[in-house]
């Protein structure tokens, strides 16, 4: 997460401060993905860069969920740090 939040910082304010962070091999992207165990519920947590899309993934989260259709739950989120 940039702009001084860590990714256990969020972690604690969505309510998976007691999680396990287990990292998931990258990819050509600039996000890193890790697994959670151990919180209020399975989950990953996705840690992009602010600014690289993170607003847009987001709103086609949305918008796809306002359609019925199925996407990724989104358990919390903070844009600004690039922090899902």
């Known amino acids: 997460g940039g702009a001084g939040v860590t ?8 309510g998976f401060g007691s999680a396990q962070i287990h990292p998931l091999p990258g990819d050509a992207s600039t996000r ?3 697994r959670l ?4 519920e399975p989950a990953l947590l996705m840690d992009s860069p602010p ?3 993170l607003d847009a993934f987001l709103a086609l989260a949305a918008h796809l969920s306002a359609q019925g259709l199925r996407p990724p739950r989104i358990l919390a ?8």
């Not at 989120?77 to 899902?84: C, F, I, K, Q, R």
């Open 77 to 84: 989120a903070e844009p600004a740090h690039g922090l899902a």
């Open 7 to 14: 990714p256990q910082e969020f972690l604690v304010r969505a």
């Open 51 to 53: 600014g690289e899309g």
């Open 37 to 40: 165990t151990g919180g209020p």
């Open 32 to 34: 890193r993905y890790a």
